[in-house]
C-alpha cells in the first residue's frame, strides 16, 4: 500500500540548518505537504510544493522534491527555538486519502 | 473567527460511559474529517464527510458513529468508552475546486481520557 516515511526525531543546535526528510511509496498527488504541529496545537500547513516543482523557497523554508527517488525534504535556515515542533510530510493517495508521515520531532539546543 | 473549532478540548471519562465531540467550520468547506492521534503523535484518519455523505470509513469500531447535520458541522459520538479510546481527536476541513491546494484546516483537538 502507498506510504510516507519520515524519521522520528531531529536534533540541532540554535542558528544551524535543519533539514528534515520524507520518502514516499507512490503518489500522483499534485501536491506534497509540511504541516507543523506546536505542543498542544492543531496541525497547520507550513508548505507545499506542486508536483511538477523541484524545489520551492519561502523565506527560511526550502522545499526539495526528488520525484525519481520519491524524496521530499523541508529545510529550515538559521534554526529558531520557535520552530521546536512536530513537523508532518503528507501527499495525496490514490484513493483520494491523505497519506502521513509519522512525523519528525525537531529538537533545538541552544 | 476561529475556522474550525472543536468542544470540549478536554474529556476525562470512566470506560463504559457515552461522550460526544462537536466540531464546526466557517471556512464554507465541502469536506470534513475525523482524525485520532495517539501518544505517538500518529495521525490516523477515522472518517471523511463530502457535503454531509461519509466518503471514508477507514476500519474503526463501530463504537463511533460521526454525523454531519450539515456540511459545516461534523460531530463524532463514541459509546461505550474504552481505555484505548485515550487520544487526541482532530477534526479538520478542506475544500475543492479552482486555486484549491487541497490543504486540510485542523480544530485545536480534543483530548479525550478513558480512566
Known amino acids: 500500500g502507498e506510504d510516507v516515511e519520515q524519521s522520528l526525531f531531529l536534533s540541532v543546535r540554535e542558528g544551524d540548518s535543519s533539514v528534515i526528510n520524507c520518502t514516499y511509496t507512490?503518489?500522483?498527488?499534485?501536491?506534497l505537504y509540511w504541516y507543523k504541529q506546536e505542543p498542544g496545537a492543531g496541525l497547520q500547513l507550513l508548505t507545499y510544493?506542486?508536483?511538477n516543482m523541484d524545489m520551492k523557497q519561502d523565506q527560511r523554508l526550502t522545499v526539495l522534491l526528488n520525484k525519481k527517488d520519491k524524496h521530499l525534504s523541508l529545510r529550515i535556515a538559521d534554526t529558531q527555538t520557535g520552530d521546536s515542533a512536530i513537523y508532518f510530510c503528507?501527499?495525496?493517495?490514490?484513493?483520494?486519502?491523505?497519506?502521513w508521515g509519522a512525523g519528525t520531532k525537531l529538537i533545538i539546543k541552544p | 473567527d476561529t475556522a474550525v473549532s472543536q468542544t470540549p478540548k478536554y474529556l476525562v471519562t470512566q470506560m463504559g460511559n457515552d461522550k460526544s465531540i462537536k466540531c464546526e467550520q466557517n471556512?464554507?468547506?465541502?469536506?470534513m474529517y475525523w482524525y485520532k492521534q495517539d501518544s505517538k503523535k500518529f495521525l490516523k484518519i477515522m472518517f471523511s464527510?463530502?457535503?454531509?455523505?461519509?466518503?471514508i470509513n477507514e476500519t474503526v469500531p463501530n463504537r463511533f458513529s460521526p454525523k454531519s447535520p450539515d456540511k459545516a458541522h461534523l460531530n463524532l459520538h463514541i459509546n461505550s468508552l474504552e481505555l484505548g479510546d485515550s487520544a487526541v481527536y482532530f477534526c479538520?476541513?478542506?475544500?475543492?475546486?479552482?486555486?484549491?491546494?487541497?490543504?486540510?484546516?485542523f480544530g485545536e483537538g480534543s483530548r479525550l481520557t478513558v480512566l
Open positions: 479538520a476541513s478542506s475544500g475543492t475546486g479552482g486555486r484549491n491546494t487541497g490543504e486540510l484546516f
Open positions: 471556512l464554507g468547506h465541502d469536506t
Open positions: 510544493i506542486f508536483s
Open positions: 507512490d503518489s500522483s498527488s499534485t501536491y
Open positions: 503528507a501527499a495525496w493517495g490514490s484513493n483520494y486519502q491523505l497519506i
Open positions: 464527510y463530502n457535503n454531509k455523505e461519509l466518503i
